[in-house]
Structures are given as structure tokens and as C-alpha cells.
Nanobody, 125 residues
Framework: QVRLVESGGGLMQAGGSLRLSCVASGRTFSTYVIGWFRQAPGKEREFVAAIRWSGGTTYHADSVKGRFTISRDNAKNTVYLQMVSLKPEDTAVYYC??????????????????WGQGTQVTVSS
């Protein structure tokens, strides 16, 4: 079992920055992929970015590429999502998730096995 706890969400004006954190605990997750997803009201859960814990390979959705950066701190068991140049369309609940499978980074929420409770990000225009 892996427990994920997100933090760092809040209200921000367009153009601002936020950093989300996801602290992982529980069984070893050195081979896992940790991903960030988001879900706006009335929309499906959307892949944002992911990082393979071992090796640090990352992948970012085209919609956030150049503005969002995923990273990890092994010593703190924490994955970060640095968000800059925020836009109103970034408003959503952001979730951290863990995928046990090995191989390529999955972009589908259905492939992820563990989820955090989510943190709200609201960007005003």
C-alpha cells in the first residue's frame, strides 16, 4: 500500500506560480511512476505530468509543457509540480497518483493504482 498526500494548492491570479507537493509513504515505490492529474468541474481527469522514481524520466502533457515541471526529492519521498504562468484554464483539483507497472509512463488515469485526496488550484483572470 502506498499513501499519497498532496499540498500546495490555492488561489492565484493568472500569470502567477504555485508549487504542489506529493509526499509518498508506505511500501517501497522505487520502481513506481508518480503522476499528476487534474480534474475540472464537468470534465474528465486529465494527465498533467509524470516521473519515474528510479532514474527520474519525466513526461509532460503538451498543454503544460514549458509551464509546469515535475521533479522529485528522493530524501523527502516527495514529488513536486512547479507551475508557472498559470492560466484560468489550469483551474482544477490536482491529484497525485502512483503506477506500479514497469515500462513506459502511462498517461491514462486507469493505469494508476494509488491516489491522493487532491488539492484545489484556482486561477483567476
Amino acid at each position: 500500500q502506498v499513501r499519497l498526500v498532496e499540498s500546495g494548492g490555492g488561489l492565484m491570479q493568472a500569470g502567477g506560480s504555485l508549487r504542489l507537493s506529493c509526499v509518498a509513504s508506505g511500501r517501497t515505490f522505487s520502481t513506481y511512476v508518480i503522476g499528476w492529474f487534474r480534474q475540472a468541474p464537468g470534465k474528465e481527469r486529465e494527465f498533467v505530468a509524470a516521473i519515474r522514481w528510479s532514474g527520474g524520466t519525466t513526461y509532460h502533457a503538451d498543454s503544460v509543457k514549458g509551464r509546469f515541471t515535475i521533479s522529485r526529492d528522493n530524501a523527502k519521498n516527495t514529488v513536486y509540480l512547479q507551475m508557472v504562468s498559470l492560466k484560468p484554464e489550469d483551474t482544477a483539483v490536482y491529484y497525485c497518483a502512483a503506477d506500479r507497472s514497469i515500462g513506459r509512463i502511462n498517461l491514462s488515469a486507469n493505469e494508476y493504482d494509488y491516489w491522493g485526496q487532491g488539492t484545489q488550484v484556482t486561477v483567476s483572470s
